[in-house]
């Protein structure tokens, strides 16, 4: 046997009889029952009228309002997911399941746009307006630190906040930094190259798939490429040896509080 399920766009009030084709082989079966219809019926489609809120940062209490939305028996228990997370109905703890309303507990999820699909077997999918389809998922950055470094990049930055969007790509100046590692608390980040002589004062972007690209932090916490402490080597002595030659090193700004390594290629 193979089951077929088919979405048919309604508008309110109104309801959609279909015929029930059955094929085998290419060739059409005949029908044991009287009708082969099947009714779209507007009163049997879960419709949802409100949900708040629409963006949240962490985890969330939400509220769905409208009719045939909730069950809970046997067969018949109703799923609230935001894209592949379930927002719980737990009953016995503040949460609400009733034809009219519901209140689901969301866990923290990481920032995105997050769509909403409410699902109850017996009846089908719900109805959801636009304006209510997508849930957004802030984040909020708390530190980053340092907030200067080489203008020829290299310097290692640690970003910290809460509920950090996953497989980040992160920005200064339009230049791709290197994500050594993230989680929704903490990213750690290598800055590239900047590519300039002087003095130069960048943001940090964060963007996703879904994400569009997002300052990092307020207009205050900008991250300065600067000269001063940025290492330029002006000569080596001796250019030439064999293994175990010392080579002095000079140059500006080529101290530093760990021992640098110098490596020839």
Not at 40 to 60: E, M, Q, R, V, Y
Not at 88 to 107: A, E, F, M, Q, R
Not at 162 to 185: C, D, E, F, Q, Y
Not at 193 to 214: M, Q, W
Request: net charge positive; hydrophobic share 30%; charged share 20%.
């Amino acid at each position: 046997k193979q089951w077929y399920q088919r979405r048919v766009a309604i508008t309110a009030g109104e309801d959609i009889k279909k015929n029930v084709t059955l094929t085998q082989d290419g060739a059409a079966m005949d029908c044991a029952v009287k009708k082969c219809e099947y009714l779209f019926k507007t009163t049997k489609t879960p419709n949802l009228t409100d949900a708040t809120p629409l963006s949240i940062s962490g985890s969330a209490t939400v509220t769905l309002t409208g009719t045939n939305l909730c069950s809970t028996s046997s067969g018949d228990k109703t799923v609230v997911t935001y894209g592949t997370h379930e927002c719980v109905i737990n009953t016995g703890d503040g949460g609400v399941c009733s034809s009219t309303k519901i209140v689901c507990k969301l866990p923290q999820i990481s920032a995105d746009k997050y769509r909403l699909k409410i699902a109850r077997p017996v009846f089908g999918l719900a109805f959801i307006p636009d304006k209510l389809k997508f849930l957004s998922v802030g984040f909020n950055v708390t530190d980053i630190q340092p907030l200067v470094g080489s203008i020829y990049g290299g310097t290692t930055v640690t970003i910290s906040g809460t509920n950090l969007p996953a497989n980040p790509k992160i920005t200064t100046g339009g230049k791709r930094n290197t994500v050594v590692s993230a989680n929704t608390s903490q990213y750690v980040v290598v800055t590239p190259n900047r590519g300039v002589t002087k003095d130069e004062i960048d943001y940090f972007r964060v963007e996703t798939e879904d994400l569009a690209p997002t300052q990092m932090g307020g207009s205050s916490v900008r991250y300065t490429y600067t000269v001063d402490i940025s290492p330029k080597i002006a000569s080596f002595t001796p250019a030439t040896g064999s293994k175990g030659t010392a080579v002095t090193i000079t140059g500006t700004a080529l101290k530093k509080k760990k021992v640098p390594t110098a490596t020839l290629r």
